[in-house]
């Protein structure tokens, strides 16, 4: 099944993110993973891809799975940064053979030591989705920063990029992850404003280690709210009672996403089924819409 197809709809949707161990590593802990999220019946679940190459093979392998043992639709994530177009176009053909129709089109972070962009590399998200779009028949998503993207100085930018992006044949976007729903909110009248009518799925990460996510904020320009700053500071050095503090935060904000009219919620799950299913339990009603 298509993501957009799902998007298109008012109703609530969960998806979840997996990503693949790395080369070498033990496959059946990622099975024991995807089959404990595919029991919380999320309606996609989102499969990482190494941005050097290294995990792409089991990229698609995990989306594969996905979608043939657990029977939900899969969105493959695919990089292009460190790829060739005639990489890129052997792995669209090993997807359409098979059956992955879902791909969250990236370029990827620039590698340190590389000399890109050689000529035969791609330079931006877009040039990769027009491929995509020109080999099949996929449904492609796109990513956004709501704060803005790194490497861009100006949030004007990004957008005008951003809606250039979305017009080489985006489907829909999906949400850098953001800890203050009024960014989010500001970032959907910029890009309402820009006439980029795509669905845009919001990227809530559950946070259970304050030092992991500070340092993940401070690479991706994500700011940190007083309000969660306090309570990372607070139990930083308190395990259990950050992963407690992790789960009512998102929660909270999903449930005030929700209720402003953003239906569709991306969880990065961090392999982390025990979260995942933790947050899904808070919200069981909400996102089943229930009648209570
Ligand atoms: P682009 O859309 O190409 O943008 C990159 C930069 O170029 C931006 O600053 C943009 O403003 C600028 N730009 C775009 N077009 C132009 C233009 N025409 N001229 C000048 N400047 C331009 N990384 C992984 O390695 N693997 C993953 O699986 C992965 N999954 C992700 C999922 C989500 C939801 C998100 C939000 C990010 C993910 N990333 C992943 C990280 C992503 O690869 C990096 O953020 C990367 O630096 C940018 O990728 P992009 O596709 O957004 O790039």
Same mark, same amino acid.
């Given at each position: 099944m298509k993501i957009k197809e799902l998007l298109q709809s008012d109703r609530v949707t969960v998806s979840c993110e997996i990503f693949p161990p790395k080369?070498?590593? *033990?496959?059946s802990r990622i099975d024991a993973i995807v089959q404990k999220i595919a029991a919380l019946h999320p309606n996609f679940i989102s499969v990482t891809y190494g941005a050097g190459g290294s995990t792409s093979k089991r990229t698609l392998e995990i989306a594969t799975k996905i979608q043939n043992t657990y029977h939900i639709p899969a969105l493959a994530h695919l990089t292009?940064?460190?790829?060739?177009k005639e990489d890129i176009s052997s792995m669209l053909d090993k997807m359409k053979e098979n059956g992955i129709e879902n791909i969250l089109a990236l370029r990827g972070d620039i590698p340190?030591?590389? *000399?890109?962009?050689?000529?035969?590399?791609?330079?931006?998200?877009s040039e990769l989705i027009q491929d995509i779009k020109a080999q099949g028949d996929f449904c492609i998503g796109g990513a956004c920063y709501p704060e803005g993207h790194?490497?861009?100085?100006h949030k004007e930018d990004d957008i005008d990029f951003l809606k250039r992006k979305v017009d080489c044949g985006c489907d829909f976007l999906t949400t850098q992850m953001?800890?203050?729903n009024n960014v989010l909110y500001h970032f959907l009248y910029r890009v309402l404003s820009k006439k980029i009518n795509v669905p845009i799925v919001a990227g809530v990460m559950p946070v259970i280690n304050s030092r992991q996510i500070k340092r993940s904020c401070e690479l991706s320009g994500t700011a940190l709210p007083p309000r969660f700053k306090a309570i990372a500071d607070k139990f930083s050095d308190k395990p259990k009672a950050m992963k407690q503090a992790g789960i009512a935060y998102a929660t909270e904000q999903i449930i005030d996403l929700i209720s402003n009219g953003v239906n569709h919620i991306h969880l990065y799950t961090m392999n982390n089924p025990e979260i995942a299913a933790e947050i899904m339990g808070n919200l069981s009603a909400i996102i089943r819409d229930e009648e209570v």
């Open positions: 080369a070498g590593a *033990d496959i292009c940064v460190s790829s060739t340190q030591d590389s *000399d890109f962009p050689s000529p035969v590399q791609y330079h931006y998200a790194v490497e861009c100085e953001f800890f203050d």
